[in-house]
T-cell receptor, first 112, second 115 residues
Framework: DAKTTQPPSMDCAEGRAANLPCNHS???????VYWYRQIHSQGPQYIIH???NNETNEMASLIITEDRKSSTLILPHATLRDTAVYYCIVSPRGGATNKLIFGTGTLLAVQP | DTEVTQTPKHLVMGMTNKKSLKCEQH?????MYWYKQKAKKPPELMFV???????INESVPSRFSPECPNSSLLNLHLHALQPEDSALYLCASSPLKVRENTEAFFGQGTRLTVV
């Protein structure tokens, strides 16, 4: 399984964009980049995923570099409710070996 | 219905007790997972079921015994646990077919305390 590296913590001012980086230099061609977050004492929540193109949904945008060795999750207007641990995970899509292996994640603290 | 429901939410058990954790989903997902999460650590994968068959066991001690009686239910049977097994136990489910969106849905977890 490919490994990911994330900064342990980041701060962001409320209303500003939060940019969370992730390195995944050993990613394989069939592996997707997934982002999940875990708000304190809750189960992880899916945010977004992508293969090589940039992706956007109602929660966030995902920017993947051309060589696919790193990515950035962007929360365009962070709110206090976005304070959580954000996990970047690389995994094949579907199949019997589909499993999510969590790294240490980034604790994002949104400040008022 | 996009929920994964776990019961109970909290469980306190003695080291000689036998208890079970339950997980249920009605999204038609054919992959189900058990994770263990200690405080301030990321979730650790324990077991994966694919089409109701155990496909991955991440070298979990035998005092944890998973069971998938049908495509909607996943159980984790606990026996002779140790205090260090106290943790948040998370269940998740996801589709298996590549053409479907493969995001995983997680339950809110069972907070287990072994005394």
């Amino acid at each position: 399984d490919a490994k990911t590296t994330q900064p342990p913590s980041m701060d962001c001012a409320e209303g500003r964009a939060a940019n969370l980086p992730c390195n995944h230099s050993t990613i394989s061609g069939n592996e997707y980049v997934y982002w999940y977050r875990q708000i304190h004492s809750q189960g992880p929540q899916y945010i977004i995923h992508g293969l090589k193109n940039n992706e956007t949904n109602e929660m966030a945008s995902l920017i993947i570099t051309e060589d696919r060795k790193s990515s950035t999750l962007i929360l365009p207007h962070a709110t206090l409710r976005d304070t959580a641990v954000y996990y970047c995970i690389v995994s094949p899509r579907g199949g019997a070996t589909n499993k999510l292996i969590f790294g240490t994640g980034t604790l994002l603290a949104v400040q008022p | 219905d996009t929920e994964v429901t776990q019961t109970p939410k909290h469980l306190v058990m003695g080291m000689t007790n036998k208890k079970s954790l339950k997980c249920e989903q009605h999204m038609g997902h054919r992959a189900m997972y058990w994770y263990k999460q200690k405080a301030k650590k990321p979730p650790e994968l324990m077991f994966v079921y694919s089409y109701e068959k155990l496909s991955i066991n991440e070298s979990v001690p035998s005092r944890f015994s998973p069971e998938c009686p049908n495509s909607s239910l996943l159980n984790l049977h606990l026996h002779a646990l140790q205090p260090e097994d106290s943790a948040l136990y998370l269940c998740a489910s996801s589709p298996l077919k590549v053409r479907e969106n493969t995001e995983a849905f997680f339950g809110q977890g069972t907070r287990l305390t072994v005394v």
